[in-house]
C-alpha cells in the first residue's frame, strides 16, 4: 500500500530550500527596484518548485531504471528501487510536475517572450536528463556544474527578469554566491554515496577525483560563497548584508570541520545543515539589502 509518507521521500522535500533560496532573494532584489508582481512571483515559485520536485521524481525513477540504486545504498529510501512506489506511479508523477511547471511558466512566457520560454525548457530538460536519457549528465559529472547554475545565477537573476524584464547584475552575483553553497550540497551526496557510485559506473566528480578532491570541493564552495556574497555586499555599501555573510561563512566552519572526518551515512545531517545555511544566506542577504 502505497502512503503519503512514500511520495514525501520519492520528492525529497527537504531539498525545496535549496530551490527556493535563489527565488527570495531575485524576488527581495526586484521589490527594492520596485518591479515585484505578486502574480508573476507566484508562477515563478510554483514553477521553480515543481521543476525541483520533478527533478527528484525523475532521479528517483531513472536511478531504479539504470541500476545505480543497490543494496549498497546509504542515503534516503528510493522508494523505486525499495518497492514502495510502482515505477509507472512515480514516471506519471514526474510528468505531472513538469506539467504543471510548463503551466505555470506559460504565464511567464506571455509577459516576458523567448529569454524565460528557453530558461524553462532548458531546466525541465536538465530534470531528466540529469539521470534519464542514454547518457545522464549526473552520471558524467556534470551535476555540480548544472547545479551551480540552475540553483544560483540562473534562478536568482532569472527571477529578477520575469518581474522587471531587465537583468540585474547584483542577482548574477548574488545568484552564484547562492549556487556555490547549493554545489557544496551536491558534494556531499556525492561523497556519501562514492562507494556505490563507483560500483554502479555513476561517474560523478568524487568518484572521477576522489574523497579528497570532494572534501576540499566542499571547502572551497562553502567559503567561496559566504566570501563572495560578503564582498559583493561590501562593494554595493550594503553592510548588514555583509554582516549576514560573515555569520553564515562563521556558522560554515563547523560543517568544513565535519566533512574532513565523516564518512557514508555519517554525511547524511551534513545534508540538511548546509541546506539551512544556503537559506539562511538568502534570508540574511535579502534582508541586508532591505536594511541598507
Same mark, same amino acid.
Given at each position: ?46 514553477? *521553480?518548485? $515543481? +521543476?525541483?520536485?520533478?527533478? #527528484? =521524481?525523475?532521479?528517483?525513477?531513472? !536511478?531504479?531504471?539504470? /541500476?545505480?540504486? @543497490? ?110 553553497? *547549493?554545489? $557544496? +550540497?551536491?558534494?556531499?551526496? #556525492? =561523497?556519501?554515496?562514492?562507494?556505490? !557510485?563507483?560500483?554502479? /559506473?555513476?561517474? @560523478? ?88
Amino acid at each position: 500500500m502505497v502512503r503519503l509518507t512514500h511520495w514525501i521521500h520519492a520528492m525529497r522535500i527537504r531539498t525545496l530550500p535549496a530551490a527556493g533560496a535563489p527565488l527570495i532573494l531575485g524576488g527581495v532584489l526586484a521589490y527594492l527596484d520596485r518591479g515585484l508582481h505578486w502574480g508573476i512571483m507566484l508562477c515563478a515559485v510554483v514553477s *521553480a518548485l $515543481a +521543476i525541483q520536485i520533478g527533478t #527528484n =521524481l525523475a532521479n528517483d525513477y531513472f !536511478d531504479w531504471k539504470n /541500476g545505480a540504486d @543497490t543494496d549498497l545504498r546509504v542515503g534516503p529510501v528510493r522508494v523505486t528501487q525499495a518497492g514502495l512506489i510502482p515505477p509507472n506511479h512515480v514516471w506519471w508523477a514526474m510528468v505531472g510536475c513538469f506539467g504543471i511547471a510548463a503551466l505555470a511558466g506559460s504565464v511567464l512566457m506571455v509577459r516576458c517572450g523567448w529569454p524565460i520560454v528557453g530558461i524553462g525548457f532548458v531546466s525541465i530538460a536538465m530534470g531528466i536528463l540529469y539521470t534519464g536519457g542514454p547518457r545522464p549528465l549526473g552520471y558524467m559529472g556534470l551535476g555540480d556544474l548544472l547545479v551551480f547554475l540552475f540553483f544560483g545565477p540562473v534562478a536568482t537573476a532569472g527571477t529578477y527578469y520575469v518581474n522587471l524584464l531587465q537583468w540585474n547584475l547584483t542577482s548574477v552575483v548574488l545568484g552564484a554566491a547562492l549556487g556555490l553553497i *547549493a554545489t $557544496a +550540497i551536491i558534494g556531499v551526496n #556525492n =561523497l556519501r554515496d562514492i562507494i556505490e !557510485d563507483r560500483t554502479t /559506473g555513476k561517474t @560523478t566528480l568524487a568518484v572521477r577525483f576522489g574523497a579528497r578532491f570532494a572534501r576540499w570541493e566542499y571547502s572551497f564552495c562553502m567559503v567561496g560563497g559566504c566570501v563572495l556574497a560578503g564582498g559583493w555586499a561590501i562593494s554595493s555599501g550594503r553592510g548588514w548584508s555583509a554582516v549576514a555573510a560573515g555569520l553564515v561563512g562563521a556558522a560554515a566552519i563547523r560543517l568544513i570541520r565535519q566533512i574532513w572526518t565523516l564518512d557514508g551515512r555519517e554525511l547524511d545531517p551534513l545534508l540538511g545543515q548546509t541546506g539551512r545555511l544556503l537559506l539562511a544566506l538568502s534570508l540574511g542577504l535579502s534582508l541586508g539589502w532591505v536594511l541598507g
